[in-house]
């Protein structure tokens, strides 16, 4: 199920930069994996194993919008509502734009149109183990 990234009006010319668009920024959740899409600057896919869990989160006045990597936390914000912050078991090695390493995350926060749908498709199915 493809969830599509939330991207407020007044960042769309802004995010538009990195090739962020509507059809561009989203999370795709299928039986296997996740698959993170943010432009031409994140496009990652993650096994539905190594996820640990997905809640919805707010976000904090300092957070940004756009392509976004902290401690150990990688956002793919275009919009300061709609948060959903996915927990990995391990932290995984993800490539962003320009940057010539891979860093390792253990977190990805999205901003998605249906928060509630995405954290939903993300908990471990009953017969998953």
């Not at 039986?31 to 096994?47: K, S, V």
């Amino acid at each position: 199920m493809k969830f599509n990234a939330r991207i407020d009006p007044v960042w769309r010319p802004f995010l538009l930069v990195a090739g962020i668009t509507s059809g561009s920024a989203f999370v795709d959740v299928t039986e296997g994996d996740a698959h993170f899409r943010f432009g031409f600057g994140f496009d990652e896919t993650i096994a539905r194993a190594d996820i640990s869990g997905a809640k919805t989160v707010s976000a904090h006045w300092y957070g940004g919008i756009g392509l976004r990597a902290g401690f150990r936390r990688v956002g793919l914000l275009g919009s300061r509502q709609g948060l959903v912050e996915i927990a990995l078991a391990e932290p995984t090695r993800m490539s962003i734009m320009f940057v010539p390493w891979p860093f390792k995350f253990d977190r990805v926060v999205i901003a998605v149109e249906d928060p509630d749908a995405l954290v939903a498709a993300l908990k471990p199915s009953a017969d998953a183990g």
